[in-house]
């Protein structure tokens, strides 16, 4: 079964430019979470998808920060336009609703390093 | 409020040494649960244990254990006999009523050869 998989692995962009970012789920995982790490920091919450739903979105550092999953599958974390300090490794990660039964960990990807110039 | 401390930044061991990784939380959940994660040089975080509030009972698998105490709330991981493979980023994060995780800041072990 496929992990989590993201999209670019590493991306450099310049100041003022745009960069979305994929996120692929493992199947049949309705909950979609995306974190962030700075450089020496703690991994950081930025938002919550049920489904295509976001269930919470306080993490979301500021409006430049766009993200998506239509119909309920893959996601997409837009930047526009990026800034140093979105500089850090973008991490996605999927888990199953829980029920009896069911694991409630969340499955990581191998995360997308943005290189911010 | 929710809180991971990892205070150990980087650990440096040589091979077949024991090493114990420092996790200490806060919450006002009274059910939570601990992880721990581990990142390779390669990225990916690599899911290594799930703990739940109402088991304090120590884990081992392998080489690895885990010690649990609410007492202290800590939740630490000790790797025994270590290899240069166990070499990478480890988070220790918990996750309370909902859905959201809060990670350390991680602890870097370099075991060298």
């Known amino acids: 079964e496929a992990g989590v998989t993201q999209f670019p692995s590493h991306s450099v962009i310049e100041k003022g430019q745009t960069v979305t970012l994929r996120c692929d789920p493992i199947?049949?995982?309705?909950?979609l979470y995306w974190y962030r790490r700075v450089m020496g920091k703690e991994i950081k919450f930025l938002l919550h998808?049920?489904?295509?739903?976001?269930?919470?979105e306080s993490g979301m550092p500021n409006n430049r920060f766009l993200a998506e999953r239509t119909g309920g599958t893959y996601s997409t974390l837009k930047v526009q336009p990026a800034e140093l300090e979105d500089s850090g490794v973008y991490f996605c990660a999927s888990s199953q609703v829980p029920g009896q039964g069911t694991n409630t960990e969340a499955f990581f990807g191998q995360g997308t390093r943005l290189t911010v110039v | 409020a929710q809180k991971v401390t990892q205070a150990q930044t980087e650990i440096s061991v040589v091979e077949k040494e024991d090493v114990t990784l420092d996790c200490v939380y806060e919450?006002?959940?009274?059910?939570?649960?601990l992880f721990w994660y581990k990142q390779p040089p390669s990225g990916e975080l690599v899911f290594l244990i799930r703990r739940n509030s109402f088991d304090e009972q120590n884990e081992i698998s392998g080489r690895y254990s885990w010690n649990f105490q609410k007492s202290t709330s800590s939740f630490n991981f000790t790797i025994t006999a270590s290899q240069v493979v166990d070499s990478a980023v480890y988070f220790c994060?918990?996750?309370?009523?909902?859905?959201?995780?809060?990670f350390g800041t991680g602890t870097r072990l370099k075991v060298l050869a």
């Open positions: 919450t006002r959940d009274t059910t939570y649960y």
């Open positions: 998808f049920v489904k295509e739903s976001k269930q919470d």
């Open positions: 994060a918990l996750r309370g009523g909902t859905y959201k995780y809060i």
């Open positions: 199947s049949g995982h309705d909950n």
